[in-house]
């Protein structure tokens, strides 16, 4: 079986979006500000954006509002081509680890993450719908960690079931992953070595 080439899906849109010249308005969840460096000097060519912070994954609350600073500051002082804006979501830890429930002992990468994926995802479909968007995506897939395979398909799954479109993306290809950590470095953004669940953190310090 053929694997999805994400990323010419997306250059495939963009590129029908630009003949008829319109500027769609995107809803893009964002995990951090480092992944969402190369992103939003990508997309925000190309769409209205709003970055949607949602990640009760996050723990502790320090370390939650340590990454919110940071992609505050980096919107701010980004100079992208389409004005950004950002929204905050609820901070409630307590829905992630119900989601997690009976998945904490699974390794990183695995079904704990693809509830916390669908969490995360579901949220944000239903807020973009909500206040009509045309598009939704995440930062996520820039990640060589992540399954950028099953982060398009849980995205499709939220997007269907609130009626807006998803837009495919493997943000780290274009070298996507490398830029991003260059950009991270021009605008001295910290860089977390765990993705935020005390899970990933455990897993992270064991190794």
């Not at 769609?24 to 995990?31: G, I, Q």
């Not at 939650?64 to 992208?80: L, M, N, S």
């Not at 992540?146 to 398909?153: D, G, I, R, W």
Request: aromatic letters at 14%; glycine letters at 4%.
């Amino acid at each position: 079986m053929n694997k999805v080439n994400y990323q010419k899906k997306l250059d495939l849109i963009i590129e029908e979006n630009l003949k008829k010249g319109r500027l769609p308005s995107l809803f893009l969840h964002a995990c951090c500000a480092p992944c969402s460096t190369y992103c939003l000097e990508y997309l925000s060519r190309f769409f209205d954006i709003t970055v949607f912070y949602y990640n009760p994954n996050i723990s502790p609350q320090e370390e939650y509002e340590k990454r919110v600073g940071e992609i505050k500051r980096f919107i701010t002082e980004f100079p992208a081509e389409n004005k950004v804006k950002l929204m905050l979501g609820d901070y409630d830890p307590k829905v992630f680890f119900e989601a997690a429930k009976g998945f904490e002992a699974v390794p990183e990468g695995g079904e704990r993450c693809f509830r916390c994926f669908r969490l995360r995802l579901m949220k944000s479909a239903e807020k973009a719908a909500k206040l009509g968007y045309e598009y939704l995506t995440t930062t996520l897939t820039i990640s060589p960690l992540k399954n950028a395979e099953k982060l398009n398909e849980i995205g499709e799954e939220c997007a269907e079931k609130y009626s807006i479109k998803w837009l495919p993306s493997d943000f780290k290809k274009k070298n996507g992953y490398k830029r991003s950590i260059e950009l991270s470095r021009e605008y001295n953004l910290y860089r977390q070595n765990f993705c935020g669940c005390v899970y990933s953190k455990r897993e992270s310090e064991q190794e």
